[in-house]
Antibody, heavy 120, light 107 residues
């Protein structure tokens, strides 16, 4: 069974940093693109970043470029999101998600999410 | 950036009725369009990918159609567990985007 378990969320002040992790199990982690999607309280879904199977291709939404860094450790079946210079508008539940093992995904498995609250 | 516009915002229907949800893209996404269902406090669940393919374990009452810029998700006969929020998502080009969602509520 595919499982994705996020951790690392919490309360941080504006301008601060936070590091999220996602532990994957139940599949061959290095076979899939992975990504982060966030959802502000009461709002819709916003894609944040994706990383190719071996990290050779990475994409970000414009609003986090230069502040967030996605990475992965295939040996540890783990996905990461380093978030720096946090803003109030980064407050959201952050989901780790796996893309289908094919061109053009999409996300077929999601974690339960971890809440990041950025307070001013 | 490809903008996905979903309509209506809210659909009020009774169990057993047919639901048709729309998603329009600001430019062509070919058939690289997915639909997700989300219930309160839960992560999204993939229903449809490639515009019309049901994901594993998704009941046959869910169907998707469309290509290019106009897409639809149809639930042929609403079950109590289908009342939720539905999002469309394009995987055609970066940045990836989601529609704003359609809430299907009990009338």
């Amino acid at each position: 069974e595919v499982q994705l378990v996020e951790s690392g969320g919490g309360l941080v002040q504006v301008g601060g940093s936070l590091s999220l992790s996602c532990a994957a199990s139940g599949f061959t982690f290095s076979n899939n693109w992975m990504g982060w999607v966030r959802q502000a309280p009461g709002k819709g879904l916003e894609w944040v970043a994706n990383i190719q199977e071996y990290g050779s291709e990475i994409h970000y939404v414009d609003s986090v470029k230069g502040r967030f860094t996605i990475s992965r450790d295939n040996a540890k079946n783990s996905l990461f999101l380093q978030m720096n210079s946090l803003r109030a508008e980064d407050t959201a539940v952050y989901y780790c998600a796996r893309e289908m093992k094919r061109d053009y995904g999409p996300f077929d498995h999601w974690g339960q999410g971890t809440l990041v609250t950025v307070s001013s | 950036e490809i903008v996905l516009t979903q309509s209506p915002d809210t659909l009020s229907l009774s169990p057993g009725e047919r639901a048709t949800l729309s998603c329009r893209a600001s430019q062509s996404v070919s058939t690289s369009l997915a639909w997700f269902q989300q219930k309160p406090g839960q992560a999204p669940r993939l229903l449809i990918y490639d515009a019309s393919n049901r994901a594993t374990g998704i009941p046959a009452r869910f169907s998707g159609s469309g290509s290019g810029t106009d897409f639809a998700l149809t639930i042929s006969s609403l079950e109590p567990e289908d009342f939720a929020v539905y999002f469309c998502h394009q995987r055609w080009s970066w940045p990836l985007t989601f529609g704003g969602g359609t809430r299907v509520e009990v009338k």
